[in-house]
């Protein structure tokens, strides 16, 4: 390896400074003249300034450190194959991911460093909001566990996290609420306050005693009120989030459109027994019987990625949350028109009367018993619109039928249409198949009683003593049941749009259910082992901002048509980790050729060499 000229650079600048390098003198091997080159720079300096003093004192220490490098590495063909066969004792090898960079660059994008910087900048923190933001969706995003084990991996990073601590982590979660360390001690006084004169009414006479319970009463109100404002601070800051969020999308996603919107709601459960008013049991789509509940509203785009958001109580009932979440969206977004997509489970009178009161459309699932007989009664044949290829094994078709509805003495139509899949009758047969073998599995006497039918749908009574029933399969009713495999109804208020729309508008459903998917498993939003509902609500806000941030990379990695799914991603991404080799003046970055040909760098890093100095790194992004 040829030996390099190196040197101090000081280069005046037009207000008087130096910009202080190190530098080296090179030969154009085309020009064969001589050129100088950058190696490092410590920054613009007045010379007789204490800062530039120092700057200059570093540089000549890494100057003389860097020419005895230079002088040991001759005979290396290059820098790198010389530092890579350096003795480990002389290096210090340390193991950082970067995967994480995509992320940062779409938190970046979206504009969130500013965001969280004005939230909090008059709290005072004395850590970057944004930077423990950041990292809080790493957190769910790679590897997700409780907020304790997140804080202990604050070094795994090639990023600046040291401001990471346990107390760190969990006052963050307070920031939304405006709850700190001071309101902390208010809050505890109060009760203390409380407690102590609760004791003293049994020793005074009735007089003091009158005194003590109003006071108890207007110090209980007090607190009450201060509780609530943690809660009106919440929101207030969540909805902010939300019009933020929305309104730098449109940059990333120029063509997005949040007038077709898909509403779903699903249940987190805790690893708790305990009801508090916000954490309680309820219809659990998750099958936890005893354990307490919230309930998530989520709306997102044709595209998946989210628009909003609610949590509601546990024992809330799917059908009523979704007026709040909707109100969220007319409150914060001009949109001319919007069409709320939802399953049949949301189908109610009150949900599509709540829908068109406020002047917004709907293309909703139906059972087959909420449609007019005479359609219900029709069967797929060759009459119908045929939405399959004549030589196709699995057909499939629709038939359409319009009625009026009656709503606040008006009357609407309403376009209902009906549909066959071959595969969705197989898909259901399978179903039933299964059900069936459980059923003639677990035959025996039952004792009459409530759960008796619980058992399966498919038992009947055989003959009906006092004391127990004989069971026999109903095969009745497993031909009843056949008769309807296979149809699906969509209901919609927008009687004039293409029955072709509807229906690829109401499978794109699917999106929202992956949505809570990712949710549940990649991001484990369940079980949560917060019981304070302001960190319960900032768990669920972060789980969120990490979906937000995970389905905007989906979004760009599709437009470039890479095929890779969230598994992939988050599992590629979490395991991207570099060998970083310290050699007191700079670092050098080795990848494993087993990283270097992985999906995800072709894919998504794009590195195209298994050696990086300190300074390309932050060049990576550019190339993705």
């Not at 304790?148 to 969990?170: G, S």
């Not at 009523?320 to 709320?340: A, F, G, P, S």
């Not at 035959?443 to 008796?452: A, E, L, P, R, W």
């Not at 598994?567 to 990283?595: A, P, R, T």
Request: hydrophobic residues 35%; proline residues 2%; aromatic residues 10%.
């Amino acid at each position: 390896m040829e030996g390099l000229c190196m040197y101090i650079s000081k280069s005046k600048r037009p207000n008087g400074k130096y910009f202080i390098s190190i530098a080296k003198g090179i030969r154009d091997p085309e020009t064969k003249k001589s050129k100088k080159i950058q190696i490092k720079g410590f920054g613009t300096h007045d010379l007789d300034s204490k800062s530039g003093k120092k700057a200059l004192v570093q540089a000549e220490a890494e100057l003389k450190e860097m020419i005895r490098l230079d002088e040991a590495s001759r005979g290396f063909e290059n820098f790198e194959d010389f530092i890579v066969s350096m003795s480990k004792d002389k290096l210090s090898l340390k193991h950082k991911n970067i995967g994480y960079l995509p992320y940062l660059e779409i938190f970046n994008q979206l504009k969130l460093q500013s965001f969280f910087s004005k939230m909090v900048k008059d709290s005072k923190l004395d850590y970057s909001f944004s930077d423990m933001m950041f990292y809080q969706v790493l957190g769910r995003l790679f590897n997700p566990s409780s907020k304790l084990e997140v804080a202990t991996r604050k070094d795994d990073f090639l990023y600046d996290f040291n401001f990471v601590n346990n107390d760190n982590i969990y006052s963050s979660l307070d920031v939304f609420s405006g709850f700190n360390k001071h309101k902390s001690k208010a809050l505890q006084d109060g009760i203390q306050v409380i407690n102590d004169m609760e004791i003293l009414l049994d020793t005074v006479d009735s007089e003091a005693k009158k005194i003590l319970e109003t006071n108890i009463n207007n110090t209980s109100h007090e607190l009450e009120e201060l509780i609530t404002s943690y809660d009106s601070n919440f929101e207030m800051n969540e909805n902010k989030l939300f019009k933020h969020l929305n309104k730098h999308m449109e940059k990333i996603v120029p063509e997005r459109n949040i007038s077709l919107a898909f509403y779903d709601c699903t249940t987190y459960y805790f690893e708790s027994f305990d009801e508090d008013g916000f954490r309680e049991r309820g219809m659990s789509k998750d099958n936890k019987r005893n354990e307490t509940q919230v309930v998530m509203g989520l709306l997102i785009d044709t595209n998946g990625i989210p628009i909003s958001y609610r949590l509601f109580k546990g024992n809330k009932h799917e059908l009523h949350t979704m007026k709040e979440v909707i109100d969220d969206i007319l409150n914060n977004y001009t949109i001319k028109e919007i069409i709320i997509v939802a399953d049949r489970g949301l189908n109610s009178r009150a949900n599509l009367e709540m829908i068109r009161g406020k002047g917004l459309n709907y293309i909703v699932g139906s059972k087959g018993s909420a449609v007019p007989k005479d359609l219900k009664e029709k069967k797929f044949n060759s009459s119908w619109n045929i939405t399959s290829k004549a030589e196709a094994k699995y057909k499939s078709g629709y038939i359409t039928s319009k009625r009026k509805v009656s709503h606040n003495d008006e009357t609407y139509d309403e376009l209902i249409i009906k549909k066959y899949s071959d595969v969705y009758k197989e898909r259901e047969m399978f179903k039933q198949d299964k059900m069936l073998e459980r059923a003639k599995k677990n035959i025996k006497d039952f004792t009459i009683n409530s759960t008796t039918k619980s058992k399966s749908k498919y038992y009947k009574a055989v003959d009906n003593p006092k004391e127990k029933i004989n069971i026999e399969i109903d095969e009745e009713k497993i031909k009843q049941e056949q008769e309807n495999f296979g149809y699906f109804y969509i209901v919609t208020n927008k009687v004039e749009m293409n029955p072709a729309d509807i229906m690829v508008a109401y499978k794109s459903l699917y999106k929202i259910e992956e949505s809570f998917r990712i949710l549940k498993t990649n991001l484990k939003a369940r079980p949560v082992y917060h019981f304070k509902e302001r960190r319960i609500r900032s768990h669920f806000l972060i789980c969120y901002l990490a979906l937000v941030i995970q389905r905007v990379l989906e979004y760009k990695l599709e437009e470039k048509n890479v095929e890779i799914s969230t598994h992939e991603i988050i599992n590629g991404l979490e395991g991207f980790v570099i060998d970083e080799i310290d050699y007191k003046v700079d670092k050098l970055y080795m990848i494993s050729d087993k990283l270097f040909k992985s999906k995800i760098n072709q894919d998504i890093f794009k590195i195209e060499k298994n050696v990086l100095l300190s300074n390309e790194i932050s060049n990576i992004i550019k190339k993705m």
